[in-house]
């Protein structure tokens, strides 16, 4: 699943940790 930055995102509908 990616945000709408293009990084990854981990958790349920909640972004608890984001990566490049």
């Known amino acids: 699943v990616t945000d ?4 990854v995102i981990f958790g349920s509908g909640t972004k608890l940790h984001t990566y490049s």
């Open 4 to 7: 709408g930055y293009g990084k």
